[in-house]
């Protein structure tokens, strides 16, 4: 079992950045896929980014591609997601989550963080 706790979120200008951080507890971090998701009021849960164990696979949902980058350090025990220029409709909770294949489904990841809030002003 791990834990997750998100931390970084905050309110940013349309065009800026952000880097969430996600940090696990155990010693068991680098066995787990490591994904993040986003949901905004009145949406459903939407796919953003994973990565595979050793970080040598990722993949990203079309709307943030060439925009964010999912990473991690095993060493730390903590998954990274760096959000570059940010628009209003990034605007969302984001979720770290931890399974054990890369997917972009979330009933895939049975491990899930407390989310941290992204707000995105134009």
């Known amino acids: 079992q791990v834990q997750l706790v998100e931390s970084g979120g905050g309110l940013v200008q349309a065009g800026g950045s952000l880097r969430l951080s996600c940090a696990a507890s155990?010693?068991?971090?680098?066995?787990?896929?490591m994904a993040w998701f986003r949901q905004a009021p009145g949406k459903e849960r939407e796919f953003v980014a994973s990565?595979?164990?050793?970080?040598?696979?990722?993949i990203y949902a079309d709307s943030v591609k060439g925009r964010f980058t999912i990473s991690r350090d095993n060493a730390k025990n903590t998954v990274y997601l760096q959000m570059n220029s940010l628009k209003p409709e990034d605007t969302a909770v984001y979720y770290c989550?931890?399974?054990?294949?890369?997917?972009?489904?979330?009933?895939?990841?049975?491990?899930w963080g407390q989310g941290t809030q992204v707000t995105v002003s134009s």
């Open positions: 990565i595979t164990e050793s970080g040598d696979s990722t």
């Open positions: 989550a931890a399974g054990r294949i890369l997917a972009t489904n979330p009933n895939n990841y049975p491990y």
């Open positions: 155990g010693r068991t971090f680098s066995t787990y896929t």
